[in-house]
């Protein structure tokens, strides 16, 4: 039997992902300020509605970008087979 081989994690995949938490972080702010009107960790940000709306939406774009790059590597990524039992 067959089995492909766990992805490496690359400095690549890693920046990546770090785009990928700003992202989680900024459209968690817009979101918390929507729901009870207050910052959750930079001090008055967003400060308006229009400014929680704008996190949301660029904190969901980078998100959704950020994730499409990384499977994009994954994807391209050759595949080792290792074969098991043997």
């Known amino acids: ?3 492909a081989q766990r ?5 690549k995949i890693m920046f990546y992902a770090i785009f990928d938490v700003v992202g989680m972080v900024s459209f968690a702010s817009g979101a918390l300020w929507f729901a009870q009107g207050q910052s959750l960790f930079i001090p008055d940000f967003p400060s ?4 929680a709306l704008a996190a949301i939406i660029a904190g969901l774009l980078l998100m959704l ?19 098991e039992g043997k």
């Open 65 to 83: 970008w950020a994730a499409a790059q990384i499977l994009r590597e994954l994807i391209t990524r050759p595949v080792n087979v290792v074969e």
């Open 7 to 11: 992805p490496q994690l690359t400095l």
């Open 48 to 51: 308006s509605m229009a400014g």
């Open 1 to 3: 039997m067959t089995r």
